[in-house]
């Protein structure tokens, strides 16, 4: 990519690209872009389409062996297994009734998902007698939002989108879950506080965000925890920023929460109050959750509980737990010391990078499919592009080893750690992406935001701050 000359003072700063070229280029980068998207989705949905029949059993399921092929030709996909086992064949209304039976089974159309995408679930369930059918219309449905992303990324940041297009995550994951809805949704949040329209200020652009974060949040929880560093730079903005953005907003950092966790519980309550054995068995699930082969986390792979041993279970919940807590505190104190370091405002955009590196490396549970949650935050933030490359090296290890080893384990063939390739590069994969998450903690603090070439030579996004030290200077 080319470097963009620094300005000095006196002397202004040089154009990435001349106005005339730059408003040409902008829409046919973004049309190209994601029309690429659209490509790589198409290619997604024929890698899980595999699974898909030719036969079906009379609930639907595909035919013949679906969980063997699934595992063995790398096309497995939560979507078609929760076909059956969720009523969502039966087409039941999601939590209204049912809840969590004996401690780990959900009934009665309660899911082990938000509501949002419980909603999402149902409508796509809707004219869907087959398991094939349920993949292809929620396939219909998620693309959008892979689309609405790579638009929105390649507005934002020129060519760095290439990065969420190019990503092997969106060919093996776009379709493994329902992770594009919150994807977007952060997506969205996060363009408004860095493009948003001239006429907002930035507690107009914070609360807009944060009603973003939140409907994001009853999708898939982890958008909840953007908007603590959101807050953070409402209270503490740059002490030379533009006159009347100087103070600290208390009034804005309190309609920023009241937005997010508003949002959250607008979208949850009837949920909560028609059935709320229902809606809270989704909250049960994911806590009673075991520590298995399935959560690919560093607590499984440390320490290797016995799923039925209820008491250790418990007691890693809360080790997994706690340890999340403090680890995005600690992301969240870093964030002050590097304004002060700077005497620049609060880091909201690489703080929430890192605040996602630290909560996706001490969760209790670290699914495949949550490499989807980074690839906005390569795209928007200037890392080298070793880091990227090394954690996409370590996903694909992890995701191919892991669906092969499930295969072993199922037909009993030998799946030990000196037996397959699969179980080493499960190993490989765990802790390699371990050790790159508390990199990219690092490097997403010391980043500089990314933007795209056509933006005016100087400006900063909306809502950032230049750093002062050289190291940190942008590059287009």
Not at 3 to 18: C, D, K, M
Not at 362 to 371: A, C, E, F, M
Request: glycine residues 10%; charged residues 15%.
């Amino acid at each position: 990519m080319d470097r963009a000359r620094t300005a000095t003072p006196g002397r202004p700063p040089a154009a990435g690209l001349p106005p005339r070229a730059a408003d040409h280029a902008r829409p046919l980068l973004i049309a190209v872009g994601t029309v690429a998207c659209g490509a790589v989705l198409l290619l997604a949905y024929l890698g899980k389409q595999q699974c898909a029949g030719p036969l079906f059993d009379a609930f639907g399921r595909s035919l013949p062996d679906w969980t063997l092929r699934a595992n063995r030709d790398l096309c497995y996909s939560d979507i078609q297994y929760l076909w059956i086992g969720r009523d969502i064949n039966q087409h039941v209304f999601p939590y209204v009734h049912g809840g969590l039976a004996f401690g780990s089974r959900l009934d009665g159309g309660s899911l082990e998902y938000p509501v949002l995408t419980g909603l999402f679930i149902w409508l796509a369930a809707i004219g869907a007698h087959t398991d094939a059918a349920f993949l292809a219309h929620n396939a219909l449905m998620l693309a959008p939002f892979g689309l609405l992303t790579a638009a929105l990324l390649f507005a934002l940041a020129g060519r760095r989108a290439c990065w969420f297009v190019g990503a092997p995550a969106l060919v093996l994951y776009a379709f493994l879950s329902w992770d594009l809805i919150p994807v977007a949704l952060v997506t969205v949040g996060l363009a408004v506080l860095l493009a948003g329209p001239s006429r907002w200020n930035r507690r107009h652009r914070a609360i807009v965000a944060g009603i973003a974060f939140g409907v994001g949040g009853a999708a898939k929880f982890y958008p909840l925890m953007f908007a603590a560093p959101v807050i953070a730079w409402l209270l503490f903005p740059e002490p030379e920023g533009p006159a009347g953005e100087r103070r600290p907003d208390v009034r804005g950092a309190a309609l920023v929460a009241v937005a997010t966790v508003g949002s959250f519980a607008l979208i949850n309550a009837p949920f909560a109050i028609v059935g709320f054995r229902g809606w809270w068995a989704s909250f049960q699930f994911q806590w009673s959750r075991p520590l298995d082969e399935s959560t690919n986390s560093i607590w499984f792979w440390a320490i290797r509980p016995p799923s039925d041993d209820a008491a250790a279970q418990h007691t890693l919940a809360l080790v997994s737990t706690g340890a999340t807590a403090a680890g995005m505190a600690a992301v969240l104190t870093a964030g002050f010391l590097v304004a002060r370091r700077r005497r620049a405002a609060y880091p909201w955009l690489p703080v929430a990078a890192a605040l996602l590196c630290a909560y996706l490396l001490l969760n209790k549970v670290h699914s495949p499919q949550y490499v989807l949650w980074l690839l906005p935050f390569f795209v928007l933030l200037r890392i080298r592009a070793g880091w990227i490359l090394a954690y996409f090296a370590a996903d694909v290890c992890l995701g191919v080893g892991f669906f092969h080893l499930q295969y072993l384990l199922n037909e009993h063939l030998p799946s030990g750690i000196r037996d397959s390739w699969a179980a080493q590069a499960v190993v490989v994969g765990v802790w390699g992406r371990a050790g790159l998450l508390v990199g990219l903690v690092v490097a997403f603090l010391a980043a500089a935001p990314a933007r795209a070439r056509w933006a005016a030579a100087g400006q900063v996004p909306a809502g950032t701050s230049q750093p002062r030290s050289r190291m940190h200077q942008e590059v287009q």
